[in-house]
């Protein structure tokens, strides 16, 4: 195929040894005995909490407390805490192998310029979710499956005690694989829930289309009208 023309060429000009992956940007590659595959950071998920003098922290079942309600702070002592780093570590696990702190990291950068002692305890809690989680990731299966490409979407409906916007959510799965992922801010102030909703549907809508392009330019077009799913009734009806 490509992949092994593409090698042997270079194995024309350099010194090339090729071995099973195991590590890829400080993605660790797990190859199981039936061919599945699981991606995770556990190394460095583990490493984390050290830089934040965390190290004997207790673990949490959840990335964010549901009763947490941040808001932009006016203090000038934001300096005190390493906010910035930390949240930037949480956005790099965020959009590699952990989905589930999407919305925490999402959140919690917006604040980089704003953050106070509220503020570092809620991304304190993040890392203590992950520090009790470490060994989470993403499974793909080599069973053959045929789900074919489906997404889900959800909105949380006036999220932001700011300026009152609403939260976006998609998940895009392959044949039940989890392969795309986002949790971010709507750029517009929706009216209703269902605004909010049909700005969820409609985001992940244009990334559906481009996706469905680009497994066209790989050769594994996507046959037939795609599974989407919306838990909002009068989005769905719109």
Request: proline share 0%; with cysteine.
């Given at each position: 195929n490509k992949l092994n023309e593409f090698i042997t060429l270079l194995k024309k000009e350099f010194n090339v040894v090729t071995t099973e992956p195991n590590h890829y940007l400080g993605i660790q590659i797990e190859s199981l005995d039936d061919?599945?595959?699981?991606?995770?950071?556990?190394?460095?998920?583990?490493?984390?909490p050290d830089e934040f003098n965390m190290t004997n922290c207790h673990s949490v079942s959840t990335p964010m407390n549901h009763s947490c309600n941040l808001n932009k702070s006016t203090s000038s002592t934001n300096e005190v805490y390493p906010y910035r780093e930390a949240v930037g570590k949480l956005i790099y696990l965020s959009t590699r192998t952990r989905p589930d702190i999407s919305y925490a990291a999402s959140k919690l950068s917006q604040f980089n310029n704003c953050f106070d002692k509220q503020h570092w305890q809620a991304v304190k809690h993040c890392l203590r979710y992950l520090k009790g989680t470490s060994r989470k990731g993403l499974f793909y299966s080599s069973k053959n499956r045929v789900d074919g490409l489906v997404v889900y979407s959800d909105a949380s409906f006036a999220n932001d005690s700011d300026k009152y916007k609403?939260?976006?959510?998609?998940?895009f799965q392959y044949n039940g694989h989890c392969i795309s992922w986002r949790s971010n801010k709507q750029t517009t102030v929706a009216s209703s829930t269902t605004e909010s909703?049909?700005?969820?549907?409609?985001?992940?809508?244009?990334?559906?289309?481009w996706c469905r392009q680009l497994y066209e330019q790989l050769g594994r077009k996507v046959q037939g009208p795609t599974t989407f799913y919306c838990d909002n009734q009068p989005s769905i009806k719109l």
């Open positions: 061919g599945s595959l699981f991606i995770h950071q556990e190394s460095y998920v583990l490493e984390v609403s939260i976006s959510g998609s998940v909703e049909c700005n969820s549907v409609l985001e992940a809508t244009k990334d559906l289309i």
